[in-house]
């Protein structure tokens, strides 16, 4: 769920990576669903509250409601865990950060794990990185949206049984050929929305460039993350000339070239 404004949604999906990153990072993977859980309860109610009172640091204000919410939710589920684990729970097995940081990169290589089938790594990805809804996956994909949401608990089941902390940088060529796949559907899924509406998701696009540009200065000998990052920008620097009056989309041959982003191509 990515609240409206007073941000933006591109701004709303990058505080929603972020706080699942730092929750993920003190609680541990064998958590996802639960911190991921816990982020969304915390969306909500910033949606709620915002637009009253906007807090002077967003990210911390949805960190720390989402630690209240990840604790609620440890403390009442008796059903899955006896007293003693529900008490290591609410004690994080890593100190707590106070250094602000990118954690975007991280979260994307733990969902695409080697581990996990491609088919989860993807579907996860999209999901808890792009923020990408249930419904638009299965629609770039053209398979029923049970099937998504299948791929999806599956792999973050999977997650729970492998090892408690976020991967480190250095790890990033380990899960590069799913990332890869992952931004090149994000960012094809900006330029041509399977929901039609609105036909062009700019925030998605600058999320999908935000991302690769991670991952190029993880990775900077790697010609194909070199090579994707080239194209996402020669595609973004054409974006202006693209469409044309009336929202009709123009071929290469006839777009105006003077509107292209040269900074973009450079």
Known sequence: ???ADPLGEGRWR??????????????????????????QEALLQAYQQWPAQFPDDPLGWLIATARRRYADRARSDARRRDRE????????PVAPETVQRD??????????HPDLPRS?????????????????????????ERTIAQR????????????RLLPPPEQADESVTAVLDVLYVMFAEAHHTTAGAPPRD???????????????????????VTGLLALMLLTEARHPARVGPGGRLTSLDEQ???????ELIS
Not at 14 to 39: M, N
Not at 207 to 219: G, M, T, Y
């Open 152 to 163: 999806i608990t599956r792999a973050k089941r999977r997650l729970g049984e492998l090892d």
């Open 85 to 92: 684990t529900r008490a290591a729970l609410l004690q994080p």
């Open 120 to 144: 989860g790594q993807v579907a996860l990805t999209l999901r808890a990185v792009a923020g990408l809804t249930t419904t638009q996956i299965a629609n770039v994909y053209q398979i029923p």
């Open 1 to 3: 769920m990515i609240p």
């Open 202 to 224: 700019a925030d998605l696009a600058v999320e999908a460039i935000h991302l690769a540009r991670l991952l190029r200065r993880s990775l900077p000998e790697s010609t194909e």
């Open 103 to 112: 954690d975007s990169l991280l979260v994307l290589q733990l969902c695409c």
């Open 14 to 39: 990058e505080l929603a990576r972020q706080a699942l990153a730092r929750l993920l990072r003190s609680y541990g993977t064998a958590q996802f669903d639960l911190c991921e859980d816990a982020v």
């Open 256 to 262: 105006d070239r003077a509107l292209w982003d040269k």
